[in-house]
């Protein structure tokens, strides 16, 4: 079952899709459940209500009639990898601790949904602005000190995340704090598939393509530490809870093709640089897929200029 979080004339609703872009909205064939997805999701028997109320049902709505949220729209938290691809590891010459995962949070605030713009900072502030192609897993059902091989019974489901980083003002400290964190920055889309249909994560390629180009593409079992890894370590300290989000981490740059020249080394601004990087700008169309789960699909634009702007 694939599920959406979405706005209709402002109201928040909960979809499950029949086609790639069509769905039964929830609120015309089950008004007494939530319109939120991460309460359906907190319900013991959510998601066999939700099943039970779109059975046999024909879609009601499609994605031009709405405007697509992240997933879930305001998690309480979005516990996000580095370095936990070998390829981006290896390409970067960075280290990370074999032993414990390089984890940082997300706020809501810095992710849109799938098919909504993502922008990108004015040049003065900074012009490596990079895609971070990833897997997102959410939590279905929290808990504390949970075994890896208890693990996958607390997911609700998979999607896709864009994790859009500001790579100067992430490198300001040692905490990458504002720099992934820029308003509208990443994504995080356009549905969650839950596990029955997924399957196992660790055979699925994922990809990135830049206004049709590949600039990533990998199988998940290059993640440093997997799925069953990171939940297990996080509930040591912290009890995870329903719509929680864990991103886990981008892959390397496919190497640039002859005559490729926005791979190019010369062409990148970051404080570190790598054959095949490509900086997203204002008027790229970006698309990070996952196979058997499907695409994230964002238009840059830019952001406002700098001038003071109060609430």
Not at 14 to 42: C, H, Q, R, W, Y
Not at 268 to 296: C, F, R, W
Request: one cysteine or more; hydrophobic letters at 40%.
């Amino acid at each position: 079952m694939r599920l959406i979080s979405y706005r209709a004339n402002g109201v928040p609703g909960v979809g499950v899709m029949t086609s790639d872009t069509e769905f039964v909205e929830l609120s015309k064939v089950a008004p007494n459940l939530p319109n939120k997805l991460v309460d359906i999701l907190g319900l013991p028997d959510g998601i066999a209500q939700l099943e039970n109320a779109v059975s046999g049902q024909a879609a009601t709505s499609s994605f031009d009639q709405v405007d697509l949220d992240p997933v879930i729209p305001e998690p309480h938290a979005i516990w996000a990898l580095a370095l936990n691809f070998k390829t981006h590891i290896a390409e970067t010459g960075l280290t990370t601790s074999p032993d414990h995962p390089h984890i940082f949070l997300r706020v809501a605030a810095a992710h849109v949904g799938h098919l909504q713009p993502i922008l990108a900072p004015p040049v003065e502030i900074d012009r490596a602005y990079d895609y971070e192609g990833e897997l997102a897993v959410v939590i279905g059902r929290g808990g504390r000190h949970i075994p890896k091989d208890r693990a996958m019974d607390h997911v609700a489901g998979f999607s896709i995340y864009n994790e859009g980083s500001v790579r100067e003002f992430q490198k300001h400290n040692r905490q990458f704090g504002l720099g992934k964190n820029f308003g509208s920055s990443g994504s995080f889309g356009p549905w969650l598939m839950t596990p029955d249909e997924f399957g196992n994560p660790y055979d699925k390629v994922l990809k990135t393509t830049i206004n049709g180009v590949v600039r990533q593409e990998v199988c998940l079992d290059d993640l440093l530490f997997n799925v069953e890894d990171l939940i297990a370590y996080l509930s040591t300290g912290y009890s995870l809870r329903t719509g929680d989000v864990i991103v886990m981490g981008t892959p390397g740059a496919l190497p640039p093709k002859p005559g490729d020249t926005e791979g190019a080394i010369e062409n990148q601004y970051g404080p570190i640089k790598y054959a095949g990087m490509v900086h997203m700008k204002p008027g790229d169309n970006v698309t990070v897929s996952i196979e058997g789960l499907g695409e994230l699909t964002n238009h840059v634009e830019a952001d406002g200029p700098v001038e003071y702007r109060p609430a």
